[in-house]
């Protein structure tokens, strides 16, 4: 741990403005990001006596090695800095809210010719409407299903719309009326999307002078005698009414908000966001985060107001924002988020009616989500750290390792050679940080192993030290270490994490005695010892550590060995996945994937011009250069690598005895030519 006077600034060297901090661990590497009014009075809390500062900061402050800062005009300003920096490096002492699930929208693609009504998830794109949140998409599938029958907007997929066109002939929605059919020409493109408007309205909202419009349509139906007309629209009524009844109205017709409410505790928070518009809450979310830092219910709020409307624009930003508990620097909140609105929003806490009873069911919610979380973590918890425990008795380290990186490798009789390296951080996997390995048969500069083969200790050998050379050239760039093969570590002083940055407490390679003794090979090479080293054997799952004649046994209860078996199996399955698919390429290549600077769209010419390779074979070089794109020079270069090429013989019907001509055009990227496959 670092003194934080080691790294304190000097007097006077901090300005009396606003701005964003940043502080830096030792590898250079930002660990956390904060704004303030006066840079001055916010970093001189940092540099108190640390028994005087809460445990979370103290932590903090000690694992920092650095600060740096820059001075902005404006709060604003920095609000939005703090908020791209926060997202650009993803600091471990910031807080963080997970997403406890990915929740779906109703969304209409007004960007297209005929806009489409569909459920959509993930980032939002430029041109579609979109409704929700919602909790469920089985919800928002029941809605659109009742208000297809007044609003018949087009649901189906692109090829299904396309096919539809081909054939001249609607699919089934088409035909029980869901769906105005724009495919065959029912409706033009414009009454599909004035359609598709009137949906979007009524989905907003603006529901009241709809239904007035068809109960007057419906009476004078009535009166006009037309009654099959007036009992369509008196369908149509109750349909819209029907799904109107699925968010019930909470506040007044005209109220356009978003509620925020937080329940904590010392360690967790959860946030949860009911999203009311038009009087009706038309969608809610929730998070839950670890309070990493030091950190009330006003700031809370704040990083879920920064996170929730980060990336919104327009009328994504309601008018008004009720929250529990306001932000230091609410004006500065508000103008950030009339900024990404367009119009002045209102940030307040509800004080009294039917807003403030709205916000106390939002808050019960938040309640249940952060018991519910806790329940279904405790277990998580005390198993996870049961299992760090056991294996760092087991295998006599001196702290649970809460870093696990394990290394596997995959091969087909010696072909394809790949390895994967899969990491575990406190029990759980971090996918964002596994890799994946080429075996080349070298480390550096030095040749380890020659030829072709199934030699999986000198192959675990190389990808245990190119981890790890990787490892120090990135402690390079602090000086911690001094490169002796030439190679440049990254030129870039950026603070984000690195490729292979973190070193780990444990390395697990999958297999025994020969594989542990290859790592720690590796490993010594390079000069690293306080990184411990087992491998876990697949036939009777017994613990091999370096040097030692016996294996270590741990109980088959155990919650320890359990862990470890995950991360193997993880590695294993990440490795073959790797495998598969460079197999799958090499096996797909032709003749035309030897021919230099022949792409993808040529070879496709070239195929679909003579209907096959084996005609492309046959054919002269005038007779090549007759297709599209093909000049001379290529055709001479495709004919003389046909040439070279071992023509397949015919394929046989095993069913028939029949010979099969190879008349069919051969696939894009793909050889007809049975024979090259082997």
């Not at 505790?265 to 670890?290: M, N, Y």
């Not at 000069?527 to 270590?552: F, M, N, S, T, Y």
């Amino acid at each position: 741990m670092a003194d934080p006077s080691s790294y304190r600034p000097q007097p006077g060297q901090i300005p009396d403005s606003p701005g964003v901090y940043r502080f830096r661990d030792e590898h250079r590497r930002v660990i956390y990001v904060g704004k303030a009014k006066s840079l001055r009075q916010r970093l001189a809390n940092y540099f108190q006596d640390v028994a005087g500062l809460h445990p979370r900061t103290a932590t903090m402050v000690t694992t920092a090695a650095s600060v740096e800062w820059t001075v902005v005009s404006t709060e604003v300003e920095a609000l939005q800095l703090e908020y791209s920096w926060i997202k650009e490096y993803d600091p471990r002492f910031n807080v963080k809210y997970r997403d406890d699930k990915s929740y779906p929208s109703l969304a209409v693609t007004l960007n297209e010719e005929y806009p489409r009504v569909q459920v959509m998830r993930g980032p939002k794109k430029k041109g579609v409407r979109y409704f929700g949140p919602y909790a469920h998409a089985w919800a928002i599938r029941e809605t659109v299903d009742l208000m297809l029958r007044v609003f018949p907007v087009r649901t189906c997929s692109a090829g299904v719309f396309k096919r539809s066109a081909q054939i001249g002939r609607p699919c089934l929605l088409g035909y029980i009326g869901k769906c105005s059919a724009p495919c065959v020409g029912r409706v033009t493109p414009e009454e599909h999307r004035e359609l598709a408007e009137d949906f979007c309205d009524f989905m907003a909202g603006r529901t009241g002078a709809y239904l007035s419009r068809l109960e007057k349509e419906m009476h004078i139906a009535a009166e006009d005698m037309e009654y099959e007309k007036a009992a369509r629209l008196r369908d149509d009524i109750g349909a819209l009414r029907r799904a109107m009844e699925k968010n019930a109205v909470v506040l007044a017709d005209a109220t356009d908000a978003d509620l925020i409410a937080v329940a904590e505790d010392e360690l967790e928070a959860a946030v949860q966001i009911f999203h009311v518009r038009g009087g009706r809450v038309r969608g809610q979310r929730g998070w839950v985060t670890d309070k990493v830092e030091a950190v009330d219910t006003a700031g809370l709020v704040e990083h879920a107001l920064q996170q929730l409307y980060g990336e919104e624009k327009g009328e994504s930003v309601p008018k008004e924002v009720l929250v529990p508990a306001l932000p230091d620097d609410t004006p500065a909140l508000a103008q950030w988020l009339a900024e990404r609105r367009g119009s002045q929003v209102s940030l307040r806490i509800p004080q009294r009616g039917d807003k403030k009873a709205l916000m106390e069911t939002v808050h019960r919610n938040a309640q249940q989500s952060l018991a519910l979380h806790k329940t279904k973590r405790a277990g998580d918890l005390t198993t996870r750290s049961r299992a760090l425990e056991e294996i760092a008795e087991a295998l006599e380290l001196d702290g649970a390792p809460l870093r696990i990186e394990c290394f596997d490798i995959s091969h087909l009789q010696g072909d394809d050679v790949v390895a994967s390296m899969v990491v575990f951080e406190d029990g759980l996997a971090r996918k964002s940080e596994y890799r994946r390995f080429q075996i080349k048969g070298r480390v550096g500069d030095t040749q380890v192993w020659h030829g072709e083969g199934q030699d999986d200790v000198r192959s675990m050998h190389e990808v245990v030290s190119r981890r790890f050379r990787r490892y120090l050239l990135e402690k390079s760039r602090t000086g911690e270490w001094d490169p002796q093969d030439g190679e440049d570590g990254p030129s870039e002083d950026d603070g984000k994490p690195k490729r292979f940055a973190y070193p780990p407490q444990l390395v697990v390679v999958d297999g025994g005695r020969p594989q542990v003794a290859a790592a720690r090979r590796a490993l010594d090479e390079l000069g690293i010892d306080d990184v411990a080293v087992c491998g876990l054997a697949k036939r009777l799952e017994e613990v091999w550590l370096p040097g030692e004649d016996d294996p270590v046994v741990l109980p088959r209860t155990s919650e320890g060995l359990y862990l470890l078996q995950r991360v193997r199996d993880e590695a294993h399955r990440f490795a073959i996945q790797y495998q598969r698919s460079k197999r799958g390429k090499r096996l797909k290549a032709g003749p035309l994937d030897e021919v230099p600077g022949l792409g993808e769209s040529r070879k496709l010419a070239l195929v679909k011009h003579f209907g096959s390779v084996k005609k492309l074979r046959q054919a002269t070089i005038d007779q090549i250069c007759e297709v599209p794109g093909i000049g001379r020079k290529t055709a001479e270069t495709v004919a003389a690598a046909l040439a070279g090429a071992v023509p397949a013989g015919p394929a046989v019907n095993t069913a028939t005895g029949e010979i099969i001509e190879d008349e069919n055009p051969a696939p894009a990227g793909a050889s007809s030519e049975r024979g090259t496959e082997q």
